[in-house]
Structures are given as structure tokens and as C-alpha cells.
């Protein structure tokens, strides 16, 4: 069985750092490419990051380009966002995905993050 | 960046109707085209994916089709356990993204 969790959430004041970690199991982790998408209370969903099986390539959603930094550890099962300079409207629920292609086919329960002061 | 619209936001529908769900795009995006269900409280679950083809253990009452920039989903019997939101997502050109869902209701 497929299973995805998120954890490293919390409440951040705006211009800090945070870390979130994907633990993954139930599949072969090194051969998909694996995505970060974030859900703001009451909203709906928006990407913000993918990257490649291999880690070589990484895109990111405009508004979080150079702030966000996506990694992955194949020999941990395990994908990162490290998410640096947060704003009040990256306030989000930030779901990881494994990629079919580029369909987001598993998701995990999903981290809250909360940037305020 | 290519614009999904979903239409209506919210739609009542009773037991049994059939239900229609609609996603335009503002641009051709070749059927790479996925819906998802999330109900209240959950994460996301993939139904449907390039357009027309059905997810493992997805009901069969749940289908897709559409072509250039008008996709649809259709329920073809409405059950209480379908009430949720559903969202489109184009993945033809980034950055990908999401419509902004329609809220399935029971009438």
C-alpha cells in the first residue's frame, strides 16, 4: 500500500524558515518524480514544486521561486521542501504527491503550515 | 499560465441524477487533462486522469471526456458518498494548474 507522510508543519513568523519532510513507502521511491501542492484555508489547490526520480531536475511555481528549494533522499524514501523567507500567503495545508507522469496519482494526509506573527 | 474555470461552483443534485461537471480552459490543452474528489477534512483523490481513463478502484460511475478546452465529468447515478469537491488540473504546460473546484452538494 502506498503511503505518504508529511511532517514538519507549524506556526512560523513571516521571513523565517521551515522545513517539511515526505516520508514514503509501499513503492519503488527512486523511480518517480514526486511534487509538493498546498491548499490555503478554504481554497483550492495550487502546485508549488516538482522533482525529477532522480533529483537532476527541480520547477517550482513562480511565487515561491527561489524562497522554496525541493530535494529528495532516494536511499531515505523521503522528499523535502525547505521553504525559506515565508510569507503570510504561504499559509497553507502542503500536500506531497507521487507523479504519474505528471498526474498526482497518491497523496499524503497533508501538513498544515501557518506564517504570522 | 493557463486558466482553468470549473463550472457551476456549487451544484445540488439528488440521489440518482445523473450530474455533469464542467472545466474550461483558457487555452488547447490536449486532453492532459486529471479531476480529483476531495471531501471535507481529506486529501485530494485522483479520479480520472488524461481526460477519460478511470483510476483503480474508482467507481464506474465516474467518468471523463472532453477535448481542446472543454472537459467534463459526468456521475452517471449520484450517490451520497460522492459529496465533495471536485477539481480539474492541466498539466499540458507549467505551471500546472488547478480549477478552482465545484462543491457537489445533495439536494
Known amino acids: 500500500e502506498v503511503q505518504l507522510v508529511e511532517s514538519g508543519g507549524g506556526l512560523v513568523q513571516p521571513g523565517r524558515s521551515l522545513k517539511l519532510s515526505c516520508a514514503a513507502s509501499?513503492?519503488?521511491?527512486?523511480?518517480?518524480?514526486m511534487a509538493w501542492v498546498r491548499q490555503a484555508p478554504k481554497k483550492g489547490l495550487e502546485w508549488v514544486a516538482t522533482?525529477?526520480?532522480?533529483?537532476?531536475?527541480?520547477y517550482y511555481r513562480d511565487s515561491v521561486k527561489g524562497r522554496f528549494t525541493i530535494s529528495r533522499d532516494n536511499a531515505k524514501s523521503t522528499l523535502y521542501l525547505q521553504m525559506d523567507s515565508l510569507r503570510s500567503e504561504d499559509t497553507a495545508t502542503y500536500y506531497c504527491?507521487?507523479?504519474?507522469?505528471?498526474?498526482?496519482?497518491?497523496w499524503g494526509q497533508g501538513v498544515m503550515v501557518t506564517v504570522s506573527s | 499560465d493557463i486558466q482553468m474555470t470549473q463550472s457551476p461552483p456549487v451544484l445540488s443534485a439528488s440521489v440518482g441524477d445523473r450530474v455533469t461537471l464542467s472545466c474550461k480552459a483558457s487555452?488547447?490543452?490536449?486532453?492532459?487533462l486529471d479531476w480529483y474528489q476531495q471531501k471535507h477534512g481529506e486529501a485530494p483523490k485522483l479520479l480520472i486522469y488524461?481526460?477519460?481513463n478511470l483510476q483503480t478502484g474508482i467507481p464506474s460511475r465516474f467518468s471523463g471526456s472532453g477535448s481542446g478546452t472543454d472537459y467534463t465529468l459526468t456521475i452517471s447515478s449520484l450517490q451520497p458518498e460522492d459529496v465533495a469537491t471536485y477539481y480539474c488540473?492541466?498539466?499540458?504546460?507549467?505551471?500546472?494548474?488547478f480549477g478552482g473546484g465545484t462543491k457537489l452538494e445533495l439536494k
Open positions: 504527491a507521487s507523479l504519474y507522469g505528471y498526474t498526482p496519482d497518491y
Open positions: 509501499g513503492f519503488t521511491f527512486s523511480d518517480y518524480n
Open positions: 522533482i525529477s526520480y532522480d533529483g537532476s531536475s527541480t
Open positions: 487555452q488547447n490543452i490536449n486532453k492532459n
Open positions: 488524461y481526460t477519460n
Open positions: 488540473y492541466q498539466y499540458n504546460s507549467g505551471p500546472w494548474t
